[in-house]
């Protein structure tokens, strides 16, 4: 990957599962439209939002696109940093809703844990794979982060993804994506950062 390309992705990265931008960072940070993209017109989308309402967002002219591809539990490994939204579990573990792997390019990203706006309850974890050990039933992780480690359960059906260089004309109808938007002074939503799934994936994050 060319460094201005990574430079770019990691950035985007950053700014997506941060709750602030770098332009604003003293500011509340954008929220995100997870949905599903209906009409494209220009610079403008008509997104049906995932509680099924309509959204009208429209895209900064420099808006920066990332791709979510398809991986497998086999690439996340000891060394390996990674994104796992999860869910508490009794006993102080975190039950893993999907798994996201960054670039080496991103090590460090927003590393921590912290509540996250998926589901109710959910939490956010940016940390480095420590041990994994096989089970029945998926696998476990060790993750450590800096004021502290995790132990996160894996099942087979976790959607795992990576983040790849992504582009504008990927926002076309059906697209499925996490959109961060903020409001304008009149009402509108305006975005300058958008995760798309590819090959019909529904970012899981």
Known sequence: ?????????????????????????????????RGTIGNVDGNNLTVTARDGSTQKIAMASDVVVTGLV???LADVKPGSYIGITGMPQADGSQKAIAIHIFP?????????FRQYDLRPSSTMTNATVAQEVDANDGKSLSVKYKDGEKTVVVSPD?????????????????AKIIAFVAKQSDGTLSSKRVLVGRDGITPPM
């Open 70 to 72: 398809k991986t497998t």
């Open 1 to 33: 990957m060319p460094d201005t390309t990574a430079k770019l992705l990691a950035v985007t990265v950053t700014c997506a599962l941060l709750n602030v931008s770098p332009a604003a960072a003293q500011q509340q940070g954008p929220s995100r439209i």
């Open 158 to 174: 976790t959607p795992i993804v990576n983040f790849v260089d992504g582009a504008k004309s990927e926002l076309k109808a059906g």
């Open 104 to 112: 080496e390019s991103a090590r460090g990203t927003a590393e921590g």
